[in-house]
């Protein structure tokens, strides 16, 4: 008579079904997760320019200076926010220097700036001169814009695409 044998460990055959079932699950998750990905980043850009839009309002009215932001849409696109006049956020010019803030493409890959204008506020009640909106596109479609109320207060929104947790424009 033989005692019984215990095993330990897998055999070939369970390993490779392992294996497969690890790779057909990775092959689902990848491009769920990229998509989440796209999102973020377009929603990192433009949470990032209403975050400078509130700052450069606060500053002008707490410094009681003009402050403009200005945009340079062209790849590597960009934007800056500066006292008393436009800046140059591509870093080109050092006499035209961001000196309050800036931010860009750099930081946020598969994402571009399709729509901008040059915002000014006003150093008395922080409005700003004129309402506009700036608008980024991910590689993915997703639009969201930036609005800007002659209030001078922003909020961002859905312009296309699937974007949880914003409303639509």
Avoid at 2 to 31: D, K, S
Avoid at 93 to 103: Q, T, Y
Avoid at 147 to 163: D, F, K, N
Wanted: charge should be positive.
């Amino acid at each position: 008579m033989h005692a019984p044998v215990n095993q330990r460990g897998l055999t070939l055959t369970e390993l490779v079904f392992a294996i497969a079932v690890l790779a057909i699950l990775t092959a689902l998750a990848v491009p769920s997760y990229n998509s989440f990905l796209d999102k973020q980043r377009v929603k990192g850009a433009a949470n990032a320019l209403a975050d400078d839009l509130r700052f450069a309002r606060e500053e002008s009215v707490r410094l009681g200076r003009s402050v403009h932001v200005s945009f340079q849409p062209a790849a590597p696109w960009c934007w800056g926010v500066a006292f008393n006049r436009a800046c140059d956020c591509k870093g080109l010019n050092p006499a035209l220097r961001c000196d309050i803030s800036r931010g860009g493409g750099e930081d946020f890959k598969g994402v571009a700036l399709a729509v901008s204008q040059a915002i000014e506020f006003d150093p008395q009640l922080g409005r700003a001169m004129q309402p506009g909106r700036t608008e980024f596109t991910s590689l993915g479609g997703n639009r969201l814009r930036v609005e800007l109320t002659g209030s001078g207060r922003s909020r961002v929104c859905v312009a296309g695409g699937a974007v949880s947790g914003l409303e639509a424009c």
